[in-house]
């Protein structure tokens, strides 16, 4: 008789049935989806907010609108030689067991900026910010399958992430790519992509 160690779920058997099983043969594998893990890299442009870090969620492409809140991270202080970023795992409570090891999402990161006392900033890529016509810091914001411009107030520029003092709201959607060839109005289909897989 085998006995796991934790209580789990059997997620991959390595053996068949009335098959002799040797010492120290894997058999099943047995993962505990209370509490799942995101691997990601940070950019060394975000590494120097870590220490104002407030709120960290983890959404995932197989289960939109719901946000998984980070319970314990932890960052490398080495970067990483291939990817120039800061490996990071990011701790989420998985107990209702709705993600599963292997999808794919993204983590949101809220940090308070060292010259708003108190605030929470957003952290956006310098290809998302474009000025309006009447000379504003603006972004583009994606409303019912629409592209809308927003103005935004920026913090201290980075070399590609940006901090936004104001003008954004948690859940608002921004265009990263092609801003300046999108009009007021304009219906455009975002592409889907991952940020990290769970485990």
């Known amino acids: ?16 049935p009335s098959q002799n099983v040797q010492a ?15 691997t990601i890299g940070i950019p060394e442009e975000m590494y120097r907010y870590r220490d104002r870090i407030e709120r960290v969620e983890v959404r995932l492409n197989q289960l939109p609108g719901h946000a998984f809140e ?3 991270r932890r960052i490398s202080p080495d970067i990483d030689p291939q990817s120039q970023t800061y490996p990071a795992e ?3 409570d998985n107990s209702e067991e709705l993600a599963l090891p292997g999808m794919s999402g993204e983590v949101r990161v809220a940090v ?9 900033v957003a952290l956006i890529p310098l290809t ?3 000025t309006s016509g009447d000379g504003q810091e603006a972004v583009w914001l994606l409303e019912n399958g629409r592209v809308h411009a927003h103005p935004i107030e920026t913090g201290p520029l980075g070399q590609d992430l940006v901090p936004v003092v104001s003008g954004l709201q948690d859940g608002d959607v921004v265009i990263t790519a092609g801003v300046h060839q999108l ?4 219906a455009v289909r975002v592409a889907e992509s991952g940020g990290g897989n769970a485990s």
């Open 112 to 120: 308070r900026d060292g010259q708003v006392a108190g605030a929470r």
């Open 24 to 38: 120290h043969q894997t058999a099943f594998t047995v993962s505990n989806l209370s509490l799942l893990k995101m």
């Open 128 to 130: 998302s910010i474009f």
């Open 90 to 92: 990011a701790r989420f």
């Open 1 to 16: 008789m085998l006995r796991a160690t934790f209580p789990g779920r059997i997620t991959t058997r390595e053996i068949e």
């Open 70 to 72: 980070v319970i314990e």
């Open 183 to 186: 009009v007021e109005g304009m």
